[in-house]
């Protein structure tokens, strides 16, 4: 997995912070004694892990400082594993960080940006809905106005997710509070205002029936022999490279592809992921520079994968809800040159994580540890596609998919 530091705990070289987490045991309900001390310990531990591991400490540094400074005054009564979550979720606000997260969940916590999120705002616009999610299904619109959040002004809801309080925040932090508002909270009602011609209309995120994906991957073969591929959010699943494998089999003969990876919100990691580019690859390829925060940065590569080299030209989809391991799949088709890839900005969350534990209350974190980059040397969560075209529209045409379409007719294959 490269040169990383040695010691970390389930260590995976592209593992989402972004992917799912598992809840807090039924004991995460009933009433404990005072946690307070544990609490306190606990918190201290995450701000000392954060200063040494957090490969983008040196960036954030006063806002952290100043909220674990504020860790007294932050941790009142614990009396559940919950609420002790609570409190440090509270603190790794702090970070403004959708890529840092806790490995645990209770219904008190916040839901994770992309994953858990079904609509992505620019200021008070709409620029990106799920494709299916509970806010397509009830009728949110890229580029419609918001007004309020889950019953919330836009700017007092965000000031609910800008930790520490008191601090003057710029225009990305505000973007984070923003969107992590808009995700909401597990155990909170959702909802989003939005301005219309007749007057506010407030739209119900609640009861919208999500169908989880039933295969690993979706494949078919497109008017003008064009092989179509979306990963189904599976980048971190091995049973993957032999359903892609499968799907490459089933499209042979295609004169041009598709790789659609605009739902792959949960990451995944490289074992999965360099196949995946190796049925594209003749030779050998570098595809991510790794920039480890005490060690020389090295470039990760790619070999050819199956008896067979996938041949024409290659159309990569991302959109918002490709994250980590996606981010890195489309910039390593960038990369070597191998495809080109349309939509809009990634989920662009920065680094590659690692897995801690915090062991006064055994409660795992996972933190990016070193930094990465395309290639050619800008950072993964500052790369932006090269065609640029809206790529979650909701329940609306899919203008992504027919950009690439228009761009594949073009070549004589």
């Not at 609570?86 to 916040?110: I, K, R, Y």
């Not at 989003?192 to 407030?202: I, L, M, N, S, Y």
């Not at 980048?235 to 490459?248: K, R």
Request: proline fraction near 7%; glycine fraction near 10%; charged fraction near 20%.
């Amino acid at each position: 997995m490269g040169h990383l530091r040695p010691g970390l705990l389930l260590a995976s070289l592209f593992l989402a912070g972004c992917a799912q987490t598992a809840p807090l045991s039924h004991t995460a309900t009933i009433t404990q004694p005072d946690m307070r001390p544990a609490t306190l310990a606990a918190a201290e531990e995450l701000c000392a892990l954060v200063r040494t591991e957090y490969a983008f400490y040196e960036s954030r540094r006063d806002t952290w400082e100043a909220a674990c400074a504020d860790i007294p005054d932050m941790v009142g009564s614990v009396a559940s594993k919950a609420e002790q979550l609570q409190v440090l979720e509270t603190l790794l606000d702090a970070l403004h960080d959708p890529h840092a997260s806790f490995g645990t969940n209770s219904g008190l916590s916040p839901r994770l940006v992309p994953s858990g999120a079904d609509y992505w705002l620019t200021g008070d616009q709409v620029v990106a809905v799920r494709h299916g999610s509970a806010a397509a299904q009830a009728g949110l619109k890229v580029g419609d106005r918001v007004i309020a959040i889950n019953g919330r002004p836009l700017e007092e809801a965000m000031e609910t997710r800008l930790q520490p309080k008191g601090v003057v925040y710029g225009p990305a932090q505000k973007a984070w509070a923003l969107n992590a508002a808009a995700a909401g909270y597990r155990n909170e009602p959702r909802s989003v205002t939005v301005a219309r011609e007749g007057g506010p209309d407030t739209l119900s995120l609640d009861n919208h029936e999500i169908p989880a994906p039933q295969e690993f991957v979706s494949a078919e073969m497109l008017p003008g022999r064009i092989g179509y591929i979306r990963l189904n959010n599976s980048l971190g699943d091995s049973d993957t490279v032999a359903a892609f494998d499968a799907a490459m089999k089933q499209l042979k003969g295609a004169r041009g592809w598709v790789l659609d990876l605009r739902d792959t919100p949960g990451g995944g990691n490289t074992d999965v992921a360099e196949p995946i580019l190796g049925h594209f690859l003749s030779e050998p390829a570098s595809y991510q520079r790794i920039l480890p925060m005490d060690e020389p940065a090295w470039v990760k590569q790619a070999a050819p994968h199956g008896r067979w080299t996938a041949e024409g030209p290659v159309v990569v989809l991302v959109g918002r809800w490709t994250g980590s391991m996606g981010e890195g799949l489309a910039i390593g088709f960038d990369g070597a040159r191998r495809g080109d890839v349309f939509g809009s900005d990634m989920a662009r969350l920065a680094g590659g994580v690692e897995d801690y534990m915090l062991s006064r209350v055994g409660i795992p974190i996972r933190l990016p540890a070193y930094s990465l980059a395309h290639v050619y040397g800008t950072p993964r969560h500052e790369w932006t596609p090269p065609h640029q075209v809206i790529a979650d529209n909701g329940d609306g045409p899919d203008l992504a998919l027919e950009a690439a379409l228009d761009w594949l007719g073009e070549f004589s294959m």
